[in-house]
């Protein structure tokens, strides 16, 4: 069935750049999306792309992804400390329903 | 402008009783999503109204989960006899498109 995977914990310091990755199975993905979750708040919606597409540049936010090998992976320049927060990798297929199918999270730790 | 809604933030219930859990989409959305996300797991998906369509209930776990949603309005998530597995935090979604716009969801805790 489909599935998405991703590595559970990252730590970096402030002002390096984190890279998260995700891995999905379902080939017939259309949209992959990162959500991030802060301790006590909703899901975020970050950014998203199309699965036509290699890369998506927004701000401090770079996503890339390779379709071939059915890999995410979101890039943020110059982590801050309240860049700390959970992120999620989803993704969903065509149709009218675009129900998402969810990664366990990244837990992302940014250190002074 | 406002964004998506849910009432009430938490809810503690006893084995076996009934809980209506509730959804304000944004204005104009016109799909509607329910997804659950139990401790240490990923969400899950419940249940998706579009429109007037028939919903796709193809993720409720049993038959003790049921939801109602009226046209492009308020939708509702009941779970009747609730268990201690039910304990999770409820997350409703609307979306125009592609995107979909999270609410702060609901924690519920069954005794």
């Known amino acids: 069935g489909e599935d998405v995977e991703q590595s559970l914990f990252l730590s970096v310091r402030e002002g390096d750049s984190s890279v998260i990755n995700c891995t999905y199975t379902?080939?017939?993905?259309?949209?992959l999306y990162w959500y991030k979750q802060e301790p006590g708040a909703g899901l975020q919606l970050l950014t998203y792309?199309?699965?036509n597409m290699d890369m998506k540049q927004d701000q401090r936010l770079t996503v890339l992804l390779n379709k071939k090998d059915k890999h995410l992976s979101l890039r943020i320049a110059d982590t801050q400390t309240g860049d700390s927060a959970i992120y999620f990798c989803?993704?969903?297929?065509?149709?009218?329903?675009?129900?998402?199918?969810w990664g366990l999270g990244t837990s992302l730790a940014v250190n002074p | 402008g406002a964004g998506v809604s849910q009432s009430p933030s938490n809810k503690v219930t006893e084995k076996g009783k009934d809980v209506e859990l509730r959804c304000d989409p944004i204005?104009?959305?016109?799909?509607l999503y329910w997804y659950r996300q139990r401790l240490g797991q990923g969400l899950e998906f419940l249940i998706y109204?579009?429109?007037?369509?028939?919903?796709?209930k193809s993720g409720l776990p049993s038959d003790r989960f049921s939801a109602e949603r009226t046209g492009e309005s308020v939708s509702t998530l009941t779970i009747q006899r609730t268990q201690q597995e039910d304990s999770a935090v409820y997350l409703c979604a609307s979306s125009p498109t592609e995107t979909q716009y999270f609410g702060p969801g609901t924690r519920l805790l069954v005794l």
């Open positions: 204005s104009g959305h016109t799909a």
């Open positions: 792309i199309f699965s």
């Open positions: 109204f579009q429109g007037n369509s028939a919903p796709d």
């Open positions: 989803a993704e969903s297929g065509a149709g009218n329903n675009r129900k998402l199918i």
């Open positions: 379902d080939s017939s993905s259309t949209y």
